[in-house]
T-cell receptor, first 118, second 113 residues
Framework: DTGVSQNPRHKITKRGQNVTFRCDPI?????LYWYRQTLGQGPEFLTY????????KSRLLSDRFSAERPKGSFSTLEIQRTEQGDSAMYLC????????????????FGQGTRLTVV | AQKITQTQPGMFVQEKEAVTLDCTYD???????LFWYKQPSSGEMIFLIY??????QNATEGRYSLNFQKARKSANLVISASQLGDSAMYFCAMREADYKLSFGAGTTVTVRA
């Protein structure tokens, strides 16, 4: 399978615990994005990497959230001291810019990690 | 301000008929891209169709077509010959110069046999 892979698919954790999610993008894609989606809403941008550099972080990404992309390959998203409000689907996407013109590739999404904080 | 507006929370369509999903957007960027994604109950976001702001023709991909009206800032998705498997949530999204996608709230489509 050469698509975007996310692990785990589901995570149930107790409030106050730390959790870490992993995203493996499509191998030639240098851009990687994390989004959060709550029930009945569209995904909201969290953060974005170009290669290993984290270029932008949303205000939604509180100090309890940290994302890394060592070596510009896979990425991890860690949530410390989880709260019930963190319960959501966490989506990872990757893309690669086309050369020339104004068109980028579409972002390809993984199947997401559904987090439930109890 | 909301960048992407989808005003239809849910729609029903008869199998084999066409359905139009509305999307309006707001940007001052001259270069942007508009996307439609399908999200079935399994949760995966599936790319359907793309329209660039400088593209002269409306995009088409199989049964999907995008009705792009730049002056009105609208990018409606038309699904022709609806199938039962088209039942899902549909999201309109926009990419501006900063590369991240801004999504609308989505439209749930239910195809009836």
């Amino acid at each position: 399978d050469t698509g975007v892979s996310q692990n785990p698919r589901h995570k149930i954790t107790k409030r106050g615990q730390n959790v870490t999610f992993r995203c493996d993008p499509i191998s030639e894609h240098n851009r990687l994005y994390w989004y959060r989606q709550t029930l009945g809403q569209g995904p909201e941008f969290l953060t974005y990497f170009q290669n290993e550099a984290q270029l932008e972080k949303s205000r939604l990404l509180s100090d309890r959230f940290s994302a890394e992309r060592p070596k510009g390959s896979f990425s991890t998203l860690e949530i410390q001291r989880t709260e019930q409000g963190d319960s959501a689907m966490y989506l990872c996407a990757s893309s690669f810019p086309r050369t020339g013109g104004t068109r980028d590739t579409e972002a390809f999404f993984g199947q997401g990690t559904r987090l439930t904080v109890v | 301000a909301q960048k992407i507006t989808q005003t239809q929370p849910g729609m029903f369509v008869q199998e084999k008929e066409a359905v139009t999903l509305d999307c309006t957007y707001d940007t001052s960027d001259p270069s942007y891209g508009l996307f439609w994604y399908k999200q079935p109950s399994s949760g995966e976001m599936i790319f359907l169709i793309y329209q660039g702001s400088y593209d002269q023709q409306n995009a088409t991909e199989g049964r999907y077509s995008l009705n792009f009206q730049k002056a009105r800032k609208s990018a409606n998705l038309v699904i022709s010959a609806s199938q039962l498997g088209d039942s899902a949530m549909y999201f309109c999204a926009m990419r501006e110069a900063d590369y991240k996608l801004s999504f609308g709230a989505g439209t749930t489509v239910t195809v009836r046999a």
